[in-house]
């Protein structure tokens, strides 16, 4: 057997190997001593190793390996906001679904597949996830940005979904198997006042949902001043700034307010309905920093399953003053793209719950990785979906969730029976729980008719950008 300097069979001698490990049964022979060395390059210039079986024996075993053909971007929702990575193989039937949804940045995201992931990954070998993560990461050098991430990610789903499939099994039992019988989600009640918060709270209680995001209004609600006019209430009389920010129309958030509204909307919430239900609140990130650790102290006595996002990912080193002062659970996370941000906070345990979105993780592989180091250091997760995120996606989502003993809570998601009807197989949703199915892979699938018909190419042209709240001197809210 002839090797290179580095003793890596190459692709014919891979075939020859196993040629003759199957040559008697079929099977591989756990006994042999020639071992295949994975061959990490594109296969165009091989097939499949003649005399191996191809077909999906009794025991759902996939024998040899699957090749990449082709690998594209399905856009759609109706405004365009939702991509799905689609790898096709060179076995009959045999492909994978991943999600790489930006909801910003969605025509971005395609040119990144149709231009890097596709020639990256045609002629790759199905089965290896790993590398094939670690190699498109560093393939433009720089690596861990938020755009070839969720690319990344839509891929190492799709991989995984193909996985599964060969081997007949849902991903999460290629994780390890369940932990839970079904993944607990929290819900998203909100209400212009308390009153009307309360009612939206009992609608949930009463359908059975135990845990419950509580909002005055849109993010930083309970900290907007009432509009004004202009130069009225000590506000600017007129700003460069004031488009499109116009205190006349939006009211201006204050620091202040949200500090004494958010924790007297909780006293009313719990005098309402006690400690029994496990409420969070949202801040995205819209209070400077010193008033983040006031709001967590003020907080305590609420009992909150958590609060989220209270500080910026700039000024993440305020929680070790939080930590310092108060118990008040803390999750942060969905804004993470790279290891660098996440990595302190979880080795000094100084968050709680993990809330990085799988697809800007970098999909599965990774997730599952920081998911196991959060064990270690008692951190639960929280994977991130809400109004953004795609099937796909949560599916991915509910299979980490099922294998990771330090699950903490997903977050729900809200899709239209239109929505839903491009995803057969996607997850159900009942009494504050959520169920995937027994099929292999993901479990779920895109009809891409469907897909096609719910797309409107006039609203997906359209710039998408993040909402801005300023404060009453038209400086802008970080959110
Ligand atoms: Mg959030």
């Not at 996939?62 to 076995?91: C, F, P, S, Y």
């Not at 990774?366 to 991130?384: D, M, S």
Request: proline share 6%; net charge negative; glycine share 10%.
């Amino acid at each position: 057997m002839n090797r290179n300097n580095l003793g890596i069979l190459q692709p014919q001698e891979i075939d020859e190997v196993r040629d003759r490990n199957t040559a008697s049964t079929g099977e591989p022979d756990p006994n042999s001593h020639e071992r295949l060395i994975p061959f990490c390059g594109p296969r165009q210039s091989r097939g499949l190793a003649s005399g191996v079986d191809t077909a999906i024996a009794p025991g759902g075993i996939l024998h040899g390996m699957a090749t990449i053909t082709r690998v594209r971007a399905i856009r759609t929702r109706a405004d365009g906001t939702w991509v799905i990575v689609k790898i096709e193989t060179n076995q009959p039937g045999l492909y994978g679904i991943g999600s790489a949804s930006d909801h910003y940045r969605a025509g971005v995201v395609v040119a990144a597949i149709n231009e890097v992931l596709a020639p990256k990954l045609v002629g790759r070998d199905t089965a290896d996830i790993e590398d094939i993560w670690q190699s498109t990461l560093t393939s433009g050098y720089w690596r861990q940005d938020s755009v070839m991430g969720t690319v990344i990610a839509g891929a190492d789903m799709a991989l995984w979904d193909i996985l599964g499939k060969e081997a007949g099994l849902p991903v999460y039992r290629l994780l390890g198997g369940r932990c839970r019988a079904a993944v607990p989600v929290y819900a998203h009640a909100a209400g212009n006042t308390i009153d009307e918060l309360i009612a939206d709270v009992q609608h949930y209680i009463n359908d059975g949902w135990v845990y419950i995001r509580c909002q005055l209004g849109a993010y930083g609600g309970g900290g907007f001043l009432e509009p004004a006019s202009p130069g009225e209430g000590g506000r600017p009389r007129a700003s460069a700034l004031r488009a499109p920010f116009d205190t006349t129309k939006r009211g201006a958030f204050d620091d202040e307010a949200y500090l004494q509204n958010v924790p007297e909307m909780f006293g009313a919430l719990r005098q309402h309905f006690g400690y029994g239900p496990k409420f969070t609140h949202d801040v995205h990130e819209h209070l400077r920093p010193h008033q983040a650790v006031a709001l967590a102290q003020a907080l305590e006595p609420h009992r909150l399953f958590f609060v989220e996002d209270i500080l910026p990912p700039e000024h993440v080193a305020y929680y070790r003053h939080i930590k310092q002062i108060c118990t008040t659970p803390q999750a942060m996370g969905e804004l993470f793209i790279n290891s660098a941000e996440y990595l302190p906070l979880i080795q000094d345990r100084l968050i709680d719950y993990m809330r990085i979105r799988v697809s800007k993780a970098g999909g599965i592989t990774p997730a599952r990785k920081i998911a196991n180091l959060c064990e270690f250091y008692g951190v639960h997760t929280a994977w991130q979906e809400g109004g953004d995120n795609d099937p796909v996606n949560q599916l991915a989502a509910y299979h980490l969730d099922l294998a990771s003993w330090n699950f903490g809570i997903q977050e729900e998601n809200h899709f239209t029976d239109g929505e839903l009807a491009v995803f057969p197989g996607h997850a159900v949703t009942e009494r504050g729980y959520m169920y995937g199915n027994e099929a292999p892979g993901l479990g779920v699938d895109i009809d891409e008719t469907a897909a096609a018909n719910l797309f409107d190419a006039t609203r997906a042209a359209q710039p998408r950008f993040m909402a801005e709240d300023r404060r009453a001197d038209g400086s802008l809210v970080r959110p």
